[in-house]
């Protein structure tokens, strides 16, 4: 037997070791549906039935898909079975979910730490350790022109998407509007903007989280590597290697805590917001969803068809960051990992190490098509009527005041108080958003993720440095 037959054979025992028996996946489809029936048959008042019952029923059903998982033994099934099990604690137990956020904190303040000396380590090896810096040039110019064609034709489907639906428009506004956990804005002028993208201090900078400044010293650093003497330039690149792989490893032991993180956030989420709020911003949250739907498939999908991409083994290979990062609403939780997982996909470190981090301040699609869906439901629930010219000048400055939000849950909640602010418009309905920012967070940060990924796929192409999975490089 060959060593290819070899290969295979193992894989197929692996895939064999982890599939779970029939018997099992049977018996969770059969208790799926007495569950979803029995629900039903209460929500009609067809058939007279106790809470207790219910909770009971589900949590069998919950018991199965956990007996699944581990049959499994695949982080991307336990991270969404700890979505499913959280949702159902936070409905039974709230008082108790709302005290598991300190997990997700826990989890989220052990990404941030990685998050700063993987850029710089990736980011100095990849520009200094090829030392070509006009490649370095012509991934910043790719990277930006395809950054902001997609950003712009995103805020265009949240503008339009917003018109149409007009979700703001007979709302019904909840007596009391809790603003105690809104973020205070002070409006930011053009050149406050622009001095903040580049750092004054790097250690301030790391402490803040600030990842578009962490991104422009590591390139100015790198690029300083690259042009030093022999002597000295080995010893560095020696040493952001050995960085870069060590918060990998880091990453790895990070990644087996995550599924306990996105439990506790989505246990919490549930726990203190609960579902009556809900039925008053159904419609704009519905718009949203539809609007992001409608950018992956309308614009990131052709991308990737026209650059004959492998869909399936793409939507594979960035599965597992896109489910945490729609759990915990983080991107910087996910970045590590995709990172990782486009390597694997085929696209070389230097360019992931460039094209990532640098995403995440100018590629956040999902961001601004929701800042430019939020700001005009703010006006619609106002009362305000805004003209086309004014919508138009409102998407112009959100193109600016969008980048350089850091990957953190709320951030963009942030920017959108100071675009209502800087045009006039109330602030009070953004706390009412607040009451399901949650919910728009994962999906925004979900698309944001997805968007990076692909981008940093395509300038791999362009560069034509892509190498398909088990073929030759992609020119």
Sequence with gaps: ?????????????????????????????????????????KSYKILEIEAPVLVVVRWVVIAQII?????????????????????????????????????????????????????????????AGHSNLKQVGRMSWKSLVYFEGVTIIALFIGLIAINVSKAGVGV????????????????????????????????????????LQIVIFSILFGIAVAMM?????????????????????????????????????ISYSVGHMGIDILVNLFKLLAT??????????????????????PVKKFVKAIAEPVTLAFATTSSESALPLAMERLEEFGVPRKI?????????????????????????????????????????????????????VAGVPRASLVILLGTAASFGLPTWPIYIILGIDELMDMARTAVNVIGNCLATVVVAIW??????PGKEIVS
Aim: glycine share 4%.
């Design 1 to 41: 037997m060959d060593k290819s037959s070899q290969i295979t054979e193992k894989k197929n025992v692996e895939v064999k070791k982890n599939q779970a028996p029939k018997a099992l996946i049977y018996s969770l489809f059969s208790s799926l549906f007495v569950a979803a029936l029995l629900t039903l048959l």
């Design 67 to 127: 007996l699944y998982a581990i049959y499994k033994r695949s982080l991307t099934t336990w991270i969404l079975i700890s979505m499913i099990v959280g949702a159902e604690f936070g409905h039974d137990l709230p008082q108790i979910a709302i005290g598991m956020n300190l997990v997700s904190k826990i989890f989220l303040r052990l990404i941030k730490t990685i998050i700063a000396p993987l850029l710089f380590a990736t980011i100095v090896c990849g520009i």
């Design 172 to 211: 019904t506004v909840p007596e009391a509007i809790n603003q105690a956990n809104a973020p205070e804005v002070v409006p930011q002028t053009t050149a406050e903007i622009i001095l903040h993208i580049f750092p004054e201090n790097i250690a301030k900078s790391i402490y803040e989280g600030q990842v």
């Design 229 to 265: 003497k022999e002597k000295y330039y080995g010893p560095m690149i020696r040493f952001t290697e050995s960085l870069a792989e060590a918060m990998f490893k880091f990453t790895q032991i990070i990644m087996y805590f995550a599924p306990f993180a996105v439990f506790a956030a």
């Design 288 to 309: 949203l969803y539809v609007a992001l739907i409608m950018f992956l498939l309308l614009v990131l999908f052709p991308i990737a068809l026209f650059l004959r991409i």
């Design 352 to 404: 992931v190490a460039f094209v990532m981090p640098t995403g995440y301040s100018f590629n956040l699609a999902g961001t601004t098509l929701y800042l430019s869906l939020a700001t005009i439901f703010v006006a619609q629930i106002s009362g305000i009527h805004l003209s086309i010219d004014k919508q138009l000048i409102i998407m112009f400055t959100l193109m600016l005041t969008s980048k350089g």
């Design 463 to 468: 560069e034509k440095e892509y190498i398909r």
